[in-house]
């Protein structure tokens, strides 16, 4: 969703603003803006579209001085992305600047009440509430202004506020919304994520629901929802600026995809202690774990679709019957859910609303619950129960992909893991699968190699406009994301259906000028999924299967083909999802697409 920045030091807050923005810019991309308080007044520029909008309108920030102020990206919820609804908004007297993450549910009453005392609107935000409110309760106090418009607001936030009182000051606030506080020498900073933080610092405090902080240049003060100090822990960031950087790829997506044989690595060596995996934070006693009945696996977007392999990796070794819920169903679903049921939610950012609710409503009904979260202190880490962290480091390409992976990874090793414990691994098949785990930043360097080749394929199929992934088994649930990479980032029309079911009625589609991507590594099924290729060729459509390196058969029968390494049979689908994002990313170049900005998706969508 929305990205927010702040800044106070004694050198000009523009530029700075402007480079956290940058490195927010995943956040949302609808417009960009900043007020920066000069000492006598705010001064705001905000423009529709991209940060770089923002930058040459303002020569990178140098034609708006001062030194203490707030910028965001924004994601549009409330009115359309244009210049009067970019955030910063104004009080009317010009004394609060706010920039906002979330949505205030009870704005629509605000804004009436609001309207009824004469204040005039100019926006059409949620937002622009919180401004007057602040103007409304100031009486020559920022805090207490701060703390009454708290009172007033429902829904989600993290709030950016400069308010010019004397000298100028600087507020954060968070509600069911990151904000991570940054400490630096001489000046201290927040933002919506470390991202934009790092070339500063790698000091942060993380703020929790109902704190804010006062922010001046030497010092960050916390206070609780009634005005207290509160003393918080300053942890260290372990990502470096470079992560976070393109690192001369021409874009994060193609950087991140590389990335992915030591993200693995990094997920997974370190749990693997003289051949036996052990998670840091996962200690279920055995009467806890023998006492599972069921295991729910919930997320949203490709951590559900993580979700769907992890469901078959783990019903094969663990023989517990898994489900994979979408969290926005999940949770308005009056879900049946005991202290039997083990809920593993899955989340890159940890901040996705929807799969936060469901675990909240999970806990509630009494489900022991673990999150595979890739960023450290957010949201549903400290929610849940237990966290395993994948180790991906930051991922800003919008489309996931090295989070995808470590997430399978994550799920493989817990699959493992509890099969062992529950007794029911032999000891060689133990080790087989240590062995595999092993070999597979090797596997997934090989399916990147296959770069050239997917290259020329993409540009020869991407001018269908209509792609269809088939698979079963494993092959399903790794089709369900690709096709989910393509139509993110090239717009194309694409979907994923297990190769039984077209059939049933998808197949009416299918014609001349279709394309059906065929994932065939899954080999106990292969000869059904043979049958499925020849009955979308009966129907004129295209085919590209992807199969295990040495199956020469089905190479014969497809149009085109990809090569995969041949892995483990589990942990296949983490060396096929490769190629299948490279597809996903060069057809999307040659289609001219903004690959790491796709339209109308933000990175963390933190909105239900
Ligand atoms: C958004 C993104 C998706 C992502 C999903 C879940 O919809 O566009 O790419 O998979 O959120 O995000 P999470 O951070 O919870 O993994």
């Known amino acids: 969703m929305c990205g927010i920045v702040g800044f106070s030091g004694t050198r000009e807050a523009a530029p700075v603003l402007i480079d956290g923005l940058k490195r927010l810019e995943y956040r949302g991309y609808d417009s960009a803006g900043i007020a920066v308080a000069d000492g006598e007044r705010i001064n705001v520029a905000k423009v529709k579209g991209y940060v770089r909008n923002l930058s040459e309108m303002t020569h990178d920030g140098a034609d708006i001085k001062g030194f203490l102020g707030v910028g965001h990206t924004r994601w549009a919820t409330h009115g359309a992305p244009n210049d009067i609804n970019a955030h910063p908004h104004m009080s009317s007297d010009g004394r609060f600047a706010v920039v906002h993450n979330g949505i205030i549910e009870n704005y629509a009453q605000l804004r009436e009440e609001l309207t009824a005392k004469g204040v005039k609107f100019v926006s059409d935000t949620d937002t622009e509430v919180v401004a007057h409110l602040l103007e409304e309760y100031y009486q020559g106090d920022a805090k207490k202004a701060v703390m009454r418009t708290a009172a007033r607001l429902e829904g989600s936030y993290s709030l950016g506020v400069v308010c010019l009182d004397g000298t100028g000051r600087l507020f954060a606030m968070r509600e069911q919304s990151p904000l991570i506080l940054g400490v630096g020498v001489g000046e201290n900073y927040f933002a919506s994520d470390v991202a934009a933080l790092v070339p500063h610092t790698k000091n942060v405090i993380y703020l929790d629901d109902g704190e804010f902080a006062e922010i001046t240049p030497e010092e960050i003060t916390v206070y609780d929802v009634r005005g207290i100090p509160v003393n918080k822990p300053i942890s260290r960031i372990a990502w470096d600026v470079e992560a976070a950087e393109k690192g001369g790829y021409e874009h994060f997506m193609l950087k991140e995809i590389m990335e992915q044989p030591a993200c693995f690595k990094a997920t997974v060596e370190p749990r693997i202690k003289d051949g036996r995996i052990e998670f840091e934070s996962f200690s279920l006693s055995d009467e806890e774990l023998f006492g599972i009945d069921r295991i729910i696996i919930t997320a949203c977007g490709s951590a559900g679709y993580a979700g769907q392999v992890g469901r078959y990796v783990i019903e094969e070794l663990c023989r517990i019957p898994v489900s994979v819920e979408l969290a926005s169903e999940l949770r308005y679903r009056n879900p049946i859910i005991n202290e039997k049921t083990l809920l593993i939610v899955i989340s890159q950012s940890g901040e996705t609303a929807d799969t936060i609710a469901a675990l909240k409503e999970c806990r509630a009904r009494g489900a022991r619950t673990l999150a595979i979260v890739n960023v450290v202190g957010s949201t549903i880490a400290k929610l849940a129960d237990?966290?395993?962290?994948?180790?991906?480091?930051?991922?800003?390409?919008?489309?996931?992909?090295?989070?995808?992976?470590?997430?399978?990874?994550?799920?493989?090793?817990?699959?493992?893991?509890?099969?062992?414990?529950?007794?029911?691994?032999?000891?060689?098949?133990?080790?087989?699968?240590?062995?595999?785990?092993?070999?597979?930043?090797?596997?997934?360097?090989?399916?990147?190699?296959?770069?050239?080749?997917?290259?020329?394929?993409?540009?020869?199929?991407?001018?269908?406009?209509?792609?269809?992934?088939?698979?079963?088994?494993?092959?399903?649930?790794?089709?369900?994301?690709?096709?989910?990479?393509?139509?993110?980032?090239?717009?194309?029309?694409?979907?994923?259906?297990?190769?039984?079911?077209?059939?049933?009625?998808?197949?009416?589609?299918?014609?001349?000028?279709?394309?059906?991507?065929?994932?065939?590594?899954?080999?106990?099924?292969?000869?059904?999924?043979?049958?499925?290729?020849?009955?979308?060729?009966?129907?004129?459509?295209?085919?590209?299967?992807?199969?295990?390196?040495?199956?020469?058969?089905?190479?014969?029968?497809?149009?085109?083909?990809?090569?995969?390494?041949?892995?483990?049979?589990?942990?296949?689908?983490?060396?096929?999802?490769?190629?299948?994002?490279?597809?996903?990313?060069?057809?999307?170049?040659?289609?001219?697409?903004?690959?790491?900005?796709?339209?109308?998706?933000?990175?963390?969508?933190?909105?239900?």
Request: charged content about 25%.
């Open 386 to 608: 237990h966290v395993i962290y994948t180790w991906a480091g930051p991922e800003i390409a919008v489309a996931t992909t090295k989070g995808y992976t470590t997430q399978v990874a994550v799920l493989d090793m817990l699959a493992i893991y509890l099969a062992d414990r529950l007794g029911r691994l032999e000891k060689s098949r133990y080790d087989e699968l240590i062995v595999a785990l092993h070999d597979m930043p090797g596997k997934i360097q090989r399916a990147i190699d296959l770069n050239r080749r997917v290259k020329r394929l993409a540009k020869r199929l991407c001018r269908h406009n209509d792609i269809y992934f088939i698979g079963r088994n494993l092959d399903y649930a790794v089709s369900m994301e690709g096709s989910l990479k393509l139509k993110e980032i090239s717009y194309i029309f694409a979907e994923a259906y297990a190769a039984g079911e077209l059939k049933h009625g998808t197949i009416a589609l299918v014609e001349q000028g279709s394309l059906v991507v065929t994932l065939a590594c899954y080999e106990p099924l292969l000869e059904k999924t043979m049958s499925n290729i020849e009955e979308v060729k009966a129907r004129g459509a295209e085919v590209l299967a992807v199969v295990l390196e040495d199956n020469r058969q089905i190479v014969k029968m497809a149009d085109e083909f990809i090569l995969v390494p041949r892995t483990e049979p589990l942990f296949t689908p983490i060396a096929q999802i490769v190629p299948l994002q490279l597809f996903a990313y060069y057809v999307a170049k040659e289609r001219g697409c903004d690959i790491d900005k796709p339209k109308n998706l933000a990175k963390s969508v933190t909105v239900e």
